[in-house]
């Protein structure tokens, strides 16, 4: 499985951006697609993520500014980003699952797409 991503960049506080990433290297539509940031010195964390039954999951400091979405026919999954925060800088990678049940930090990698929240 291949995972791209796109969509990241500048924008500053309290500005929107919309992530997304799309798999390849797979017939069918993958068990969980989620997403995961790092910053410099720092272990990479878990945002949130979808699985194709429709179940998401995200972590609390961006529950009610975040909102992660699937289309299962084209395996592409989206990260809408409102309300940014300075916190928010990181690179954001894809995660991509193929089977159940959810392993955090399993699974395959997208390459990674900054995300810089700056005035």
């Known amino acids: 499985v291949q995972l791209v991503e796109s969509g990241g960049g500048l924008v500053e506080p309290g500005g929107s951006l919309r992530l997304s990433c799309v798999a390849s290297?797979?017939?069918?539509?993958?068990?969980?697609m989620g997403w995961y940031r790092q910053t410099p010195g720092n272990q990479r964390e878990l945002v949130a993520f979808a699985t194709r039954g429709g179940n998401t999951h995200y972590e609390d400091f961006v529950k009610g500014r975040f909102t992660i979405s699937r289309d299962n026919a084209t395996n592409t999954v989206y990260l809408q980003m409102n309300s940014l925060k300075i916190e928010d800088t990181a690179v954001y990678y894809c995660?991509?699952?193929?089977?159940?049940?959810?392993?955090?930090?399993?699974?395959?990698w997208g390459q990674g797409t900054q995300v810089t929240v700056s005035s």
């Open positions: 995660n991509g699952q193929t089977l159940p049940p959810w392993e955090n930090m399993g699974g395959a």
């Open positions: 290297g797979t017939s069918f539509a993958l068990f969980a």
